[in-house]
C-alpha cells in the first residue's frame, strides 16, 4: 500500500500531496502523514509549501468510518493549528473538492488558489455533526458572519467562482499548483489570527428561521448556528473548544448515526452500478404521460437516444408536449440552458405513434397506467418489434411483474424498474427482480441506473415490493387508529412531528385517493379473511367522490388550496367506529407515532425474512427517498435497532395481543431476540 501523502521538494518550494483514493479523506494515516510531510518540509528548509490532492478530490472530508471509533491522534485541529502556525507560508492548491476537514485545512493555509471547477464547503451538518476542526470559527473571519450563515448551517457546497467572490479563495488557476507556487501571498495575518466577525443578528435570525422549516426536527444546524454566533464574541481558543466539545457531543448522538448509516447505504447502492453489465445508448419509453415523460428526459439527460411510443398522433404530439415542458421548467430554474429547450426536436429524441419504426434499442421501459392487459399488450408489441436481446422493464408500482413477462420469447431479460414521480427528480428507483431475470439484465440495469446518478434498490417480486408495500402496511395502521378513536389532522400532525415530510391522509390527498382504493379493491381488503379492514377511505370514495386536491376535497377540505379538518369526513369516520361499536378513545401523539411507525418496522421485518430486500439497509433507503422517512432517523430498520428490537418486540406483541388480526410478531425478529442479537441479520 502507497503513503497516503506524498512529500516532493524542488528548490525553494516543497509540495506535499494527499493520495488516498478515491476522495482523499482525512483518515488517521493521513493525519499523521500529513504531520510527517510537515517535518520534512522543515527539514528541506523550504520557503513554500503547496498542499494539494491527486486525482479529482483535494480533500473531501473526513473519513466517517472513524466516527464510530475512539479518536485517534494526530487529530485534525492539531494538523490545522500547525499548518497556521508554521513557519513558512503553507498554500492551498485546490484541485477539487475541499470539503469539511480538506475545508478546515485550506482555511489554515497563508493563501489558497483554487481550480475553476472545484467545490468548497463544511456540510458536516448532513452527518448530523459541526466542523470539529474550527470551521465555524475561521471561516465568519474570513468572510463575515452573514456569509458563514448562508454555508455552514445549511451544509451547502460552492463553485469555485462563488468562493472567491465570497474571499474564501484568493485565486483560480487551471493549474492550481503552479498558482499556488507564484501567487502573491495577502497582506492578512493568518485566518486564525484574523479579528472576530462583527456580530449580524438579523442574519441568526435568519438562519435560525430557514433551519426551521428546511431542517425540522435535526439537532446540528441549530447548533452550527449558536457556534458561527459565537464567532464574534469569543477569542479563537474558546470558539475552538466549544466547537470541538460540541462536535464530539453530536458525533455520539443518535442523530448522527442515522445519518452515517443513510449515507454509507447511499454510498453502497450508488456502488451497485460500477462494474458488469454493458452500456446502452439507445431506449424506447411507452406512455407519454407524466411518467413517461419524465423517464424519457432523465434518459436524454445521461446521453442516451430516445424514441418515445404513444398509441396515436395524438397522444405522440401530447407526450412532445409534455417532454418540452419538463426543459422548458429546467431552463426556468437555471438547471439547463435555452438552447437544451429544442432538445426534443433534436434527432436524440423520437415521438412514435404506435411501433412499427422503433430503433433496434438496448431497453424498452414501459410507463403506462396500471392495468395488467394494458401492460401485457405493450410487452407483446414491443417483442415484436425490438431485438430478442432488448432488456424490457416494466414501471408498475404493484403488479406481479412476471404475470405481465407471461409470453415472452426471452423472459431472462425482463425485469421491473419502478421510478418514482417526478421521475428526472427523485434519486431512487427499485430494481424488480422477475422469475426469469438473468443477472446481465440485473447487471446492466444497474450500470444504467448509476449513469442517471439514481440509487437503485434490487427487491424480489411482492405484492408492492419493498416501497408501497410498507405504505399500505402503515396506511392500514393509522386507519385502524382513525376508527379507534383518532382523527385524520392529529395522525398527519403527530407523524409530521416525528420528521415525516408528510402525513398519510395529507399524502394520499395529494395522489388522489382513487389510487389507494383501487389497491385495496384489487387487494380484495372487504372480503380478505383473517384481515381487519376498515371501509373509511373506500365509503369518502365512493359515496362522495372526494378524491384529494384535485377534486377540491379528499381527507381534507380546501378553500383556496389551504387545507382544513372536514367536517364530513370526521362524520364518517365517527359513525363508521359507531357502527362497528368502537368506543372512541383519545391517542397521544406518541402512541401514534409508535403504532405507525412499527407497522413499517413489523412490514420491513417481513419483507427482509422473505428475501425481497436484500439487507435492511436497502428498505431504509426505500423509505428514506421514496417516502419522506426522516433522513436523520435513518430509515424504519435502522430506528428499530436505536429502540431496541426487544423493545419493537414488545411493542408487537402487545399490539397482536389487543388486534390479532392487525398484528404478528414476523419470525425474523423472534429468532433475532431470542439469540440476544441487537440487529438485523443481514
Not at 488558489?113 to 473571519?141: D, F, N
Not at 466539545?245 to 442523530?255: G, H, M, V, Y
Not at 399500505?472 to 395522525?491: F, H, K, N, S
Request: hydrophobic letters at 50%.
Amino acid at each position: 500500500m502507497t503513503d497516503p501523502v506524498r512529500f516532493s521538494h524542488d528548490g525553494a518550494t516543497a509540495l506535499i500531496t494527499i493520495d488516498n483514493p478515491p476522495f482523499n479523506v482525512t483518515s488517521q494515516a493521513v493525519r499523521a502523514g500529513l504531520m510527517a510531510a510537515l517535518d520534512a518540509a522543515e527539514a528541506a528548509g523550504a520557503a513554500r509549501v503547496v498542499l494539494t490532492g491527486a486525482g479529482r478530490a483535494f480533500i473531501a472530508g473526513a473519513d466517517a468510518r472513524e466516527f464510530d471509533a475512539p479518536p485517534q491522534p494526530p487529530h485534525l485541529p492539531d494538523v490545522v493549528a500547525r499548518i497556521e502556525g508554521f513557519a513558512v507560508p503553507v498554500v492551498a492548491a485546490i484541485n477539487g473538492a475541499a470539503l469539511g476537514g480538506g475545508l478546515e485545512l485550506a482555511l489554515a493555509c497563508a493563501a489558497r488558489v483554487a481550480a475553476p471547477g472545484a467545490t468548497l464547503g463544511l456540510p458536516e451538518v448532513t452527518l448530523g455533526v459541526v466542523p470539529g476542526a474550527g470551521g465555524t470559527q475561521r471561516l465568519p473571519r474570513l468572510i463575515g458572519l452573514g456569509p458563514a450563515l448562508a454555508l455552514i448551517p445549511e451544509g451547502r457546497v460552492i463553485a469555485a467562482a462563488e468562493a472567491l467572490r465570497l474571499g474564501l479563495v484568493d485565486a483560480l488557476a487551471e493549474d492550481p499548483c503552479a498558482g499556488a507556487r507564484n501567487i502573491e501571498l495577502p497582506a492578512r495575518p493568518a485566518t486564525g489570527a484574523m479579528p472576530a466577525p462583527a456580530a449580524d443578528p438579523e442574519a441568526v435570525t435568519a438562519a435560525r428561521a430557514l433551519a426551521a422549516r428546511r431542517a425540522r426536527g435535526q439537532e446540528a444546524p441549530g447548533r452550527a448556528i449558536d457556534l458561527v454566533a459565537a464567532s464574534a464574541r469569543l477569542a479563537l481558543p474558546e470558539g475552538l473548544a466549544l466547537e470541538r466539545a460540541t462536535f464530539l457531543e453530536l458525533k455520539a448522538s443518535d442523530q448522527a448515526a442515522a445519518l452515517r448509516h443513510v449515507f454509507f447505504a447511499e454510498r453502497a447502492a450508488m456502488a451497485r452500478g460500477r462494474s458488469g453489465g454493458a452500456d446502452i445508448a439507445q431506449a424506447v419509453v411507452v406512455g407519454g404521460g407524466q411518467m413517461g415523460a419524465a423517464i424519457t428526459y432523465a434518459l436524454a439527460g445521461a446521453g442516451l437516444s430516445v424514441a418515445l411510443v404513444e398509441t396515436d398522433q395524438a397522444g405522440a404530439e401530447r407526450a412532445r408536449a409534455a417532454v418540452a415542458r419538463l426543459y422548458a421548467e429546467a431552463v426556468a430554474r437555471g438547471k439547463t440552458t435555452p438552447e437544451a429547450a429544442h432538445a426534443p426536436q433534436s434527432p436524440r429524441h423520437s415521438i412514435h405513434a404506435g411501433y412499427g419504426a422503433l430503433p433496434p434499442a438496448q431497453i424498452a421501459i414501459e410507463a403506462v397506467f396500471e392495468d395488467l392487459a394494458v401492460k401485457r399488450q405493450v410487452f407483446t408489441a414491443l417483442d415484436a418489434a425490438l431485438p430478442e436481446t432488448a432488456i424490457l422493464a416494466t414501471n408498475t408500482s404493484y403488479l406481479n411483474p412476471d404475470l405481465i413477462a407471461a409470453g415472452l420469447r426471452n423472459p431472462g431479460r425482463f425485469l421491473g424498474l419502478h421510478f418514482f414521480s417526478p421521475a428526472h427528480v427523485m434519486k431512487l428507483v427499485e430494481v424488480i427482480r422477475a422469475a426469469a431475470s438473468t443477472p446481465q439484465t440485473l447487471e446492466t440495469v444497474l450500470r444504467l441506473t448509476a449513469r442517471l446518478k439514481k440509487i437503485a434498490v434490487p427487491a424480489g417480486v411482492c405484492d408492492g415490493f419493498i416501497g408501497n408495500r410498507i405504505l399500505t402496511r402503515y396506511r392500514q395502521a393509522c386507519d385502524v387508529m382513525l376508527i379507534e378513536g383518532a382523527w385524520p389532522a392529529q395522525v398527519d400532525a403527530a407523524l409530521r412531528g416525528f420528521g415525516m415530510a408528510m402525513g398519510p391522509y395529507e399524502v394520499q390527498d395529494l395522489s388522489g385517493l382513487e389510487i389507494a382504493h383501487a389497491n385495496r379493491k384489487r387487494l380484495g381488503w372487504a372480503t380478505k379473511p383473517g384481515f381487519r379492514y376498515i371501509p373509511i377511505a373506500d365509503r369518502i370514495v365512493e359515496e362522495t367522490g372526494r378524491l384529494g386536491r384535485k377534486t377540491g376535497a379528499g381527507w381534507y377540505d380546501y378553500t383556496g388550496g389551504k387545507a382544513a379538518p372536514s367536517a364530513l369526513v370526521d362524520a364518517i369516520v365517527r359513525k363508521e367506529s359507531a357502527r362497528v361499536g368502537i368506543t372512541r378513545r383519545s391517542f397521544s401523539d406518541a402512541e401514534i407515532t409508535d403504532r405507525a411507525i412499527t407497522a413499517m418496522i413489523e412490514e420491513g421485518a417481513r419483507i427482509l425474512e422473505e428475501g425481497i430486500a436484500a439487507a435492511p439497509a436497502d428498505i431504509d433507503l426505500v423509505l428514506v427517498h421514496g417516502y419522506g422517512f426522516p433522513r436523520w432517523r435513518g430509515g424504519p430498520m435502522h430506528y428499530a435497532e436505536r429502540i431496541g428490537l426487544s423493545a419493537i418486540r414488545g411493542r408487537i406483541e402487545a399490539l397482536a395481543a389487543e388486534d390479532p388480526l392487525s398484528w404478528a410478531l414476523p419470525e425474523i425478529l423472534r429468532r433475532t431476540t431470542d439469540s440476544g442479537r441487537t440487529a438485523w441479520p443481514i
